[in-house]
Each structure stands twice: as C-alpha cells, then as structure tokens.
C-alpha cells in the first residue's frame, strides 16, 4: 500500500466514524477541526446556514424574525455568511420596533464574509446594512461584539454557506450622526432643513437606458435617478459609517439667538432670499462638526471644523453630552456662538475663474494666462476694444458692513481701469475710487481702490471698466489677477 493510498483510506475512515457518532449532524459540523481536513467548506454539504439555525431551538425567535423580514432568500444564496445569533431570552424586555427597524436589527447580525473563533480580534465588521459591529477582545479567550458576549462555548457552527456564533444579546443598531440629526425633534429643525437644503435628485444618464423618443423628438429614457447631497458628500459625510465626527448640535432656539446677535451683519434674517439665508446658515454651521470622534472631556481647547473653522471649547455650553451614535458622538448645545472670525474674512475674487464672471461683449477673446507672479499662477486676459467695456464678477456671502477694494494684475496694455459696485437700491454702478493707469501702476503691484459700505447682507456684484481710451483708441484690454474685498474691521495699511 502507498502512503497516498493509506492517507485516502484513512481520511474515510475518520468520515465514517465522525459521520456515525451520536450528536453529529452529517450536514452542519459543530467541531472546528473539520477545518483541519476541509479546507473547502462549500461543497461538503449542502445545507444552508439557515438551516443550521432552524435545527436549534433556543434560536427559534431568531429564525422566525429571518424567516418574517426576508432573510430567508438571501441567507441560502450560494456564497460567505457570518451570522451572530442571539439566544431567544434575548429577545425579552425589548421596546416596540417597526418592520423597518426589525429587519434593520436582524440584518445587523449578518456579514458578508466567513469567520471563524480563531481568527477574533479587534475588528471593525461591515455588515449587511452597512453599519459596522465592533468586534473586540474583553479577556483570555473572551470576545464581545457591539453590546453583546460572544458565548465562546458555542460558536463555529458552520454549514456550506456560513457560520454561526452564539450571542447574549440582540445587536441593536445605532443611528449614525446624519440619522440622529434627521430624528430629532422638530426644536432642531433649522438644521434638519439646512442639511435637507443641499439635497438633488437628477437622472443618471449613464446608467439609463434610452428607449425610444417621444412625438417632438426628445429621447425617452428609462430613467435612473442619482440623489447627491453637497453638504453629505463634499464637506462632511455625517451619513457614512466608515468615518468618524464629532456633533455640536444646535436647537433652533440656539440658532435664532446666535443670530440675532451678529444682525448688524447680515441684517434681518426674516427678509432674506431663500439663497441667501441658506448661505448664512452655511456660516451658521460651519463650525457644528469635527472631524474625530470626541467625548466632552477629550474636546481640546481649539480645535478644527470639518470646514476648517476654529472652534474654541471656552465658547462651548451643553444641554446633554457623550451621547453616541454609530459614527461618532453627539454634543446638544445649550446656547450658540458663532465666532466673528466665521464670516468677518477677506473675500477674493481670483479674476481667471470662469464662475460667476461675465464680459460686457463675448465677441473678444477672453483667456486664461500663466504668470508665476500670479496668485494662483495665472491672471485673466479680456481683449476688448473700448470705453465702457467691462468683466464684472458676482461676489456671494458679503456682509452688511464696509469693504476696502485692493486689485492687481500684470503690467500689460496702457489702459486705464476703473472699479465698480452695483448699488444695492438704484441698480446702477458707483465707483470705487478712482482711474488707472495699468501700465505706470507696475507689474503685479496691489491697487488700493478705496471702499465701500454695503447696506444688505448678499449677493453683490463687482465690475471691471476700461474708462479712457488713451493712449490708441480701438486698442484697450483688461489684464487682472485678483480683485480682493476686505472687511474694515480686519483692514490694515
């Protein structure tokens, strides 16, 4: 006899006996040493973890909920499951749920992978709905997950399609910050609504198929819709699990206060445009979310927004602290101070970004040109021809309050400029300060036009204007590179 021959028929061996011993289920091993001679799991039996969790009585409330919220398909798919499975007493003294939040919990107690006992330690665990389980080592041989022990006597019960460990516990899932946030009461709804705010639903036309068109000739698509929200996904991601913040949550009564203080500012907030206000609120909020997670006691003495804001914790009243969500920490205010160093800022406008720049006649060319001189190492180029021609720009988030003008650009072209403001009541453009000459200012070299006191707090508008022809007429261009707005208050020389 071989070794490979005596090597296969003790491998039947120890299947016969393993498979004829009493208390062994020929599907669904209880014993981890079956790893040791099956490497392969699929393909030894063909239950489903479902079914090793039916056969066992004590996890019959368990099964029941699987088998009422739909899991009952996805748990006999033909692929990795780790279940944590909690005994039936851990279903008593439970609250009232909805059927959306039952299958929420129920899928909280499901991975999308295999794991055995011997691989536990600390890890963060994605599960099926998304949210993480915090898997973490409490002594020798002694592991808990989320809220729950893992009862180490009884876990890698494994069948072809998973594993199942035993818990104390139900995992009840916790809301992350953006879900806190939307489930507060309506005292918090300023900020639900600035948050709400920054959603849009548009039509994913690459993921949508095109059908046909319709009687004037349009396309017709079967339409997929993509639902972004600014706030969400370029400034703080408060709704995704995978990342850490910190909340400073006011109440609207906190927010209306705050306000009411800086309205020598921005004016009366009960007359402001939905824009408008939606970019005080912005200011408002900027300072609401760190990026760690952090309970009262760790919060330092500065420490910067998600929006880059500093925050001072001197400045910081609470209602109620270390209140925890599955991404973080919530920290309800009791009071608010928005910082004047939040809003009272300079306000650049770097001449050769095409957003919210308009040229008084399209015709002419209009480029963007390098110069390592530059700011941002290019200034803009207008090649227009003669008086009265302009590159006027919209300014958002100015303040009810008085700017200093300052503006530069290359020495090219010996035209004469002059600022402009559009006046807030009568419409039309008032100057800041007076003509100059590009060419004898020099090359690159701040011009301090002068200033201007705005009566609202908004949107405005700013313009460039060639205002004499001297010395060639026909031949005038604009060359700028910035044109800066900087509140008197933090003004200096």
């Known amino acids: 006899m071989t070794i490979s021959d005596a090597y296969r028929r003790s491998r039947i061996i120890v299947i016969l006996l393993a498979l004829t011993l009493p208390g062994i289920h020929p599907a669904c091993s209880l014993n981890d040493a079956w790893e040791g001679y099956y490497r392969d799991v699929p393909g030894r039996v063909d239950d489903h973890v479902l ?26 798919k033909n692929q990795y499951f780790t279940v944590f499975v909690p005994v039936n007493s851990a279903f008593e003294g439970l609250p009232e749920f909805t ?30 709905i998304g949210k993480y389980l915090n898997l973490r080592k409490t002594g020798e041989d002694e592991f808990s997950i989320f809220e729950s022990r893992i009862q180490m006597n009884s876990v890698d019960h494994f069948c072809q399609n998973g594993v199942i460990h035993e818990i104390d516990r139900l995992l ?27 959603d849009e639903r548009f039509i994913d036309y690459e993921k949508s198929v095109r059908i046909g068109v319709d009687d004037n000739g349009n396309a017709v698509y079967d339409t997929v819709w993509r639902e972004e929200n600014y706030f969400l996904d370029q400034v703080a991601g408060l709704d995704d699990e995978a990342k850490a913040y910190t909340g400073l949550l006011p109440s609207n009564d906190d927010v209306m206060g705050a306000l009411e203080d800086l309205s020598g500012y921005f004016g009366d907030i009960g007359e402001l445009d939905e824009q408008t206000y939606g970019q005080l609120l912005f200011i408002t909020f900027s300072g609401s979310f760190l990026n760690q997670k952090l309970t009262a006691a760790e919060i330092p003495d500065t420490i910067a927004s998600v929006t880059g804001k500093t925050v001072e914790k001197s400045m910081l009243q609470f ?18 101070t928005i910082p004047k160093g939040y809003f009272v800022v300079p306000i650049t406008i770097e001449c050769d970004v095409k957003a919210n720049r308009t040229v008084s006649n399209t015709m002419y060319p ?69 003509p100059v000459n590009n060419w004898t200012k020099g090359n690159f070299v701040p011009v301090v036009s002068g200033t201007h006191t705005f009566n609202e707090f908004g949107t405005k508008t700013v313009r460039m204007t060639v205002v004499d022809e001297l010395p060639l007429i026909g031949y005038n261009s604009i060359f700028l590179d910035y044109i800066k707005m900087v509140p008197d208050e933090i003004y200096s020389e």
């Open 51 to 76: 079914d090793l969790i039916g056969e066992n009585e004590n996890y019959s409330r368990f099964y029941d909920g699987l088998m009422e919220y739909g899991f009952d398909d996805l748990l006999s």
């Open 99 to 128: 059927g959306e939040e039952w299958a929420k919990i129920f899928g909280f107690h499901i991975l999308y992978t295999k794991l055995f006992s011997h691989e536990f330690a600390d890890l963060n665990l994605l599960t099926t």
């Open 172 to 198: 009840l899932p916790k809301p992350n910050l953006y879900e806190y946030i939307m489930s507060l009461d309506p005292s918090y709804s300023i900020l639900q609504d600035f948050l709400s705010s920054m």
């Open 319 to 336: 209602s109620d602290t270390d209140l925890e969500v599955s991404n973080g920490m919530v920290h309800l205010l009791d009071g608010m």
């Open 366 to 434: 209009i480029e963007q040109r390098s110069d390592t001189r530059a700011t941002n190492g290019s200034f803009v180029y207008y090649g227009c021809n003669f008086v009265g021609d302009y590159i006027e720009f919209t300014v958002d988030m100015v303040l009810k309050t008085t700017y200093w003008f300052i503006w530069t650009g290359p020495k090219q072209g010996p035209s004469h400029y002059q600022l402009f403001v559009k006046d807030e009541i009568s419409g039309e453009f008032v100057p800041v300060g007076g």
